[in-house]
């Protein structure tokens, strides 16, 4: 059973082509990076997805249904840049969510904001960029969602930082859910990925389930993707 079928998907601004004739299927159960460069159309397949942007042709489900509410209501997001109001305390912030999201589970974003080494009184202005990714992703990753998308989830964070995010990401994801990472981190990455996808200029240049593409390169993932890029 897939969670996300995507078929023949195009997205262009003018006559800028971002995504070009894009065809996917994403198992229920797995995690699967989208890797390329920036430029190469990762963030607006994200966003088709999650329903901020809307294709230019071809069909996009996740769980069977058309994007729209009922999509919306089970996708989790973390966005690539910060998504909170500076006026919040990170209590506000988990009220916020607890409100708005049904799906919520306010111990375990207790749990996780103990992981990240963060305090509920702490203000959103007096965080460091990577305390305000691990705050953003403890939100994301207290839904119980059944597709987590997360948009360049360690870009620009320091190295304890970006340990503790992929910590959080092993220790919360649950084999009922799935999840979709973009990154262009891939060293740091390509060990949580079950299936990788290569998006070049906005086309799907290689796809596969990682083991078998380190097998057949003979390399890591991450020499895989030097060689494409490169």
Not at 97 to 118: A, C, I, N, P, V
Request: proline share 2%; hydrophobic share 40%.
């Amino acid at each position: 059973m897939n969670i996300v079928e995507i078929n023949n998907l195009t997205k262009k601004y003018g006559k800028k082509i971002a995504l070009d004739g894009v065809d996917l299927n994403i198992e229920k159960g797995k995690i699967v990076g989208i890797l390329g460069p920036n430029g190469s159309g990762k963030t607006t397949l994200i966003k088709i997805l999650v329903g901020l942007l809307r294709p230019s042709s071809g069909s996009v489900k996740i769980n069977g249904e058309k994007i729209g509410v009922e999509t919306k209501a089970i996708v989790s997001y973390l966005p690539d840049r910060n998504f909170l109001y500076d006026w919040m305390k990170i209590k506000d912030a988990g009220k916020f969510y607890s409100d708005f999201y049904g799906d919520f589970d306010e111990k375990k974003f207790e749990e996780l904001l103990t992981f990240m080494d963060l305090n509920k009184d702490m203000k959103i202005t007096e965080l460091s960029k990577g305390m305000n990714e691990k705050l953003n992703l403890s939100l994301v990753l207290s839904r119980n969602a059944e597709l987590y998308i997360l948009d360049e989830p360690i870009a620009g964070v320091d190295p304890v930082a970006r340990d503790q995010i992929l910590g959080a990401i092993i220790n919360n994801y649950s084999k009922d859910s799935s999840m979709i990472v973009t990154t262009h981190l891939v060293r740091d990455m390509e060990n949580i990925f079950e299936d990788v996808v290569f998006l070049q200029n906005g086309a799907i240049v290689l796809e596969g389930n990682a083991e078998d593409l380190r097998n057949e390169h003979n390399g890591q993932i991450d020499s895989i993707y030097k060689e494409i890029f490169g």
